[in-house]
């Protein structure tokens, strides 16, 4: 079945969807996304995609061309269309095609901004062969830009970390930088030490991640210890249990780090709890 996108206002057969060449996240990378999960067929945490969404937009300069309310809307309608029971929605907002090719940006009021969505099926999504199994992780440079807090759309190297993961038999990254553990390719990076789960702390140095603002929540409501720090890959490699966690993983636990086995080398205790935490209460305030 041929999926129904969005674009600028309209639903069309993905086949029939077009972008200028000469729009700036093309040619620049200037842009900003989200992706929301579906479960059910409902949308887990889409207020906080929306108002990170916004953040985004107004780090850079950006005007959003459509309310939050019309974006749940059209959120809705693409799952509805496109019989989305298990999945995710994947929303892109960029600053459009002003004229030619330019370095410098116009006037953000002047500029109409290029706003697309569309859905991908995944079957099984909740119930993930991989978090019972546990994932892989090797580490590598962290040689992003500074703003990793704005969630745009230069994903080259991320994408580049990914492959070189696999490559080396793994199943993703975690980028260091200054020696510390920044975040993974796609995902916030956690471990677990004596019963503490311990995570870097939000600066601009990671993306303020959504499910991980509802993990923490739920871990302290659950009377775990949550602290909040850098921590190196060494430390990590001797850490009792590691995870990660993502709009599309949820929480997946980690089972190695640089070919070292962590605990017994299975997932641990909380992270499969988490998971478990974060899928029962977040399937609460679905929408």
Wanted: proline share 4%.
């Amino acid at each position: 079945m041929t999926r129904t996108v969005y674009v600028n206002g309209d639903y069309l057969p993905e086949a029939e969807a077009t972008v200028s060449i000469f729009d700036r996240g093309f040619l620049m990378a200037d842009g900003v996304y989200e992706v929301t999960s579906v479960l059910g067929g409902k949308l887990i945490d889409f207020e906080g995609h929306a108002v990170r969404l916004q953040r985004s937009l107004d780090e850079l300069d950006m005007v959003n061309p459509i309310s939050k309310e019309d974006l749940l809307q059209v959120h809705r309608e693409l799952v509805r269309v496109n019989e989305i029971d298990e999945g995710m929605v994947y929303l892109q907002i960029t600053r459009g095609a002003p004229g030619d090719r330019d370095f410098v940006f116009p006037d953000p009021e002047t500029t109409q901004p290029t706003i697309v969505l569309f859905t991908q099926n995944k079957p099984g999504l909740a119930n993930s062969p991989a978090a019972k199994t546990g994932m892989k992780v090797i580490s590598i440079d962290d040689i992003r830009w500074g703003r990793r807090d704005i969630k745009t759309v230069q994903l080259l190297y991320p994408s580049m970390g990914k492959m070189m993961a696999k490559k080396a038999g793994a199943d993703d990254a975690w980028m260091i930088e200054d020696g510390f553990v920044t975040e993974g390719t796609s995902n916030n990076a956690y471990i677990v030490k004596g019963n503490k789960i311990i995570t870097r702390a939000l600066s601009n140095d990671i993306l303020h991640g959504i499910t991980r603002a509802a993990v923490l929540r739920f871990a302290q409501e659950a009377q775990m210890e949550v602290e909040e720090r850098n921590f190196t890959i060494e430390e990590a490699k001797e850490a009792d249990e590691a995870f990660i966690t993502s709009a599309s993983t949820f929480v997946m636990p980690v089972v190695e780090i640089d070919g070292v086995s962590l605990g017994e080398g299975a997932p641990g205790r909380v992270a499969l709890r988490l998971r478990e935490i974060y899928l029962e209460e977040s399937l609460k305030t679905a929408v």
